[in-house]
């Protein structure tokens, strides 16, 4: 599985971008698709994960993002609203094909059950 991360770019405070994930290879619709985020100087962070279980948000980002996936295209998104400065980082798109159906947000936010990953897009909100 190939992953492709686009959408990314500077806006300021307060304003929306939707990133988007383009796979390509064999990604199955009972794989699940996650969004990590690595601001500078920082650890890789958790930021939203979707599955056959549900869909799973960091702290940090939760009511202002929404994932989303379309399996005909391949695609997964991740609409950002209500930008923050500390929202700054290059966010990866990754897939998972390992999960079961019962797995939650305690498995889907741990970049290691991540089996494939995307190049990372850029998002910087400035102030």
């Known amino acids: 599985v190939q992953l492709q991360a686009s959408g990314g770019g500077a806006v300021q405070a307060g304003g929306s971008l939707r990133l988007s994930c383009a796979a390509s290879?064999?990604?199955?619709?009972?794989?699940?698709m996650g969004w990590f985020r690595q601001a500078p100087g920082k650890e890789r962070e958790f930021v939203a994960a979707?599955?056959?279980?549900?869909?799973f948000y960091g702290d940090s980002v939760k009511g202002r993002f929404t994932i989303s996936r379309d399996d005909a295209k391949k695609t997964t998104l991740l609409q950002m609203s209500s930008l923050k400065p500390e929202d700054t980082a290059v966010y990866y798109c990754?897939?998972?094909?390992?999960?079961?159906?019962?797995?939650?947000?305690?498995?889907?936010?741990?970049?290691?059950?991540?089996?494939?990953w995307g190049q990372g897009t850029l998002v910087t909100v400035s102030s």
């Open positions: 290879g064999r990604l199955l619709s009972r794989h699940s």
């Open positions: 990754a897939v998972n094909t390992r999960g079961i159906l019962s797995s939650g947000y305690d498995y889907y936010s741990q970049s290691s059950v991540y089996d494939y």
């Open positions: 979707i599955s056959r279980s549900g869909t």
